[in-house]
């Protein structure tokens, strides 16, 4: 589902690259933590997947999409079979919880009654059904979390990309947004989650990337790409 | 994108009513433009329709000699109403002349009392029609006709129609500097308003970027809001020029002396076309669009 080969992406000359000749790939349907301390490169090679960066250099593939030679009028196609959380939930404050969820379905120009339907369903799986109404102020920081992953997750993506979700939260918390994630990698999805928190990878083990410096020190599952 | 259109324009209005310090603010910024460069077109507007109204009042006039009698001077205006330039050639008899004077001169009736005869001569009056008003045309035909032998003298008003000629190009031009001024700062007002608003909304846009928004899908509701805000502001400001027109340039412009002068002059408002909202929406749409641009979407 997602492979890289030799990808060198850097910033600009004064610092080392963020991610420095990396290879790997991530099957179709597997959860991954990528992990690392902060600088590792994480947060890069995420970004690489869902088009917010380009490679300097090598290839990133993305379900057959070669990114590195996207045009820009195709990347929101990609984004589309792409669900992404963040540690600060990027929620529009002015928006309801219900509006929040819907804009991924507005966005694929659904009819009103199938979006109505859609997020409904997605706020009923993550257990915020009740608080369709609420603005994201109103909500504690695990229930925005899980209002951004009804987000991700309503427009069934095949990718779901997780940076450092639960970072702002809880260990009891936590557990809960990592148990959401887990769920939608059962319903098929390929998982890829950045954290450096060792105690979250131990709760729901998985393969482990880890990366430092841009580069790939230990794989607990990958083969070469 | 089924629904596409009523979704844009739902969101359009949806970000107005969420916004509406900010949308208040881009509308007077908006309205007083609109309003700014609105007087001015009516300044200007009503600066050359006086200049053509006094053209269109300024006659060619042939003195006739003493000894020329009515026939003649009929036989003159006749052969004048037939020139192609010509829009009306009148013989005046010196008695038409004496009575006409007798007329403007009501508030001294004792001047004119003790003239038994008129002491003014007969004359052919010839007004042009308004594509012949030029000075060549006017040069023309008083060459033809200025040693016909019952023509004493020829009054064609020349020095009067040079300095209208000039004072209406210099509208013109003046017109067009300064109209296309008024018209760039409008759509540079306007497209700073809307770069504002644009750049506060930076998470929202980040967001639909996020979940697969293509650029028209982003750019579709500032535009329709930018299009909005501006009919708006352009009708507002169309409300206010007319009641500046009625109540202050209507009155100004009758009482003025210069002006009462030429009676039967009376101002005139713009076309309702120029100040139709879709003039406002364009330039709004323009702003928007190029606001969109420059903030990168």
Redesign the interface.
Same mark, same amino acid.
């Given at each position: 589902m997602i492979r890289m080969f030799h990808v060198v992406k850097s910033y600009g000359p004064p610092g080392p690259p963020a991610l420095n000749d990396l290879t790997c790939h991530i099957r179709k349907g597997e959860m991954v933590y990528l992990m690392g301390p902060s600088g590792a490169g994480k947060t890069t090679f995420l970004r690489l997947i869902y088009a917010a960066d380009f490679p300097s250099s090598g290839q990133v593939l993305v379900a057959g999409r070669n990114v590195a030679k996207l045009r820009e009028s195709s990347i929101p196609y990609l984004r589309r079979n792409i669900g992404v959380v963040f540690q600060d939930f990027k929620l529009l404050a002015g928006r309801t919880v219900f509006d929040n969820v819907a804009l991924t379905l507005e966005v694929l120009g659904k009819s009103r009654k199938e979006i109505t339907r859609r997020v409904h369903d997605a706020l009923g799986e993550v257990g915020m059904h009740a608080k369709a109404s609420a603005h994201p102020v109103e909500l504690s920081g695990g229930e925005q979390q899980r209002v951004a992953i009804a987000r991700a997750l309503v427009g069934d993506p095949t990718v779901l990309l997780a940076d450092e979700p639960t970072g702002n939260l809880d260990p009891s918390m936590s557990g809960e947004i990592l148990e959401l994630i887990r769920r939608v990698n059962l319903r098929g999805a390929t998982v890829v989650v950045a954290t450096h928190d060792p105690r979250l990878v131990a709760s729901h083990p998985r393969r482990v990337i880890e990366l430092n410096r841009g580069r790939i020190v230990a794989d607990s599952g990958g083969k070469a790409a | +994108? /089924? !629904? %596409?259109p009523l979704?844009f324009f739902r969101r359009a209005l949806a970000n107005i009513a !969420?916004e509406r310090t900010a949308t208040g603010l881009t509308l007077s910024v908006v309205t007083i433009s609109f309003l700014i460069f609105g007087v001015y077109v009516t300044i200007a507007q009503n600066a050359a329709h006086f200049m053509s109204d006094f053209a269109g009042r300024v006659q060619i006039v042939f003195d006739l000699r003493r000894d020329a009698d009515a026939l003649a001077g009929e036989a003159l205006a006749s052969k004048l109403r037939a020139e192609p330039q010509v829009a009306e050639a009148r013989y005046v008899s010196p008695a038409d002349a004496l009575d006409r004077l007798r007329r403007d001169l009501t508030h001294a009736p004792d001047l004119l009392h003790a003239l038994t005869e008129s002491p003014l001569p007969a004359s052919v009056e010839v007004t042009l029609k308004a594509e012949y008003r030029e000075r060549p045309d006017i040069a023309r035909l008083i060459e033809r006709y200025a040693h016909a032998p019952i023509v004493d003298a020829v009054d064609a008003g020349d020095e009067f129609m040079d300095a209208f000629t000039r004072v209406l190009a210099g509208i013109w031009v003046a017109g067009v500097v300064i109209g296309a001024f008024l018209m760039v700062s409008a759509v540079f007002i306007v497209a700073n308003t809307i770069r504002l608003t644009i750049i506060r909304r930076r !998470? *929202?846009i *980040?967001? +639909?970027?996020?979940? !697969? %928004? /293509?650029?028209a899908?982003v750019k579709a509701p500032f535009l329709i809001e930018g299009i909005l805000v501006g009919a708006t502001g352009a009708l507002a400001a169309a409300g206010g020029l007319y009641l500046l027109y009625r109540f202050i340039l209507v009155p100004v412009a009758v009482s003025a002396p210069v002006i009462s002068v030429f009676t039967g002059f009376e101002p005139v408002f713009l076309p309702w076309r120029d100040l139709a909202g879709a003039s406002g929406s364009v330039r709004s749409w323009a702003g928007s669009a190029r606001s969109c641009r420059s903030a990168g979407i």
């Open positions: - | +994108m /089924t !629904g %596409a979704y !969420g !998470g *929202e *980040e967001n +639909m970027r996020l979940v !697969g %928004a /293509t650029n899908f």
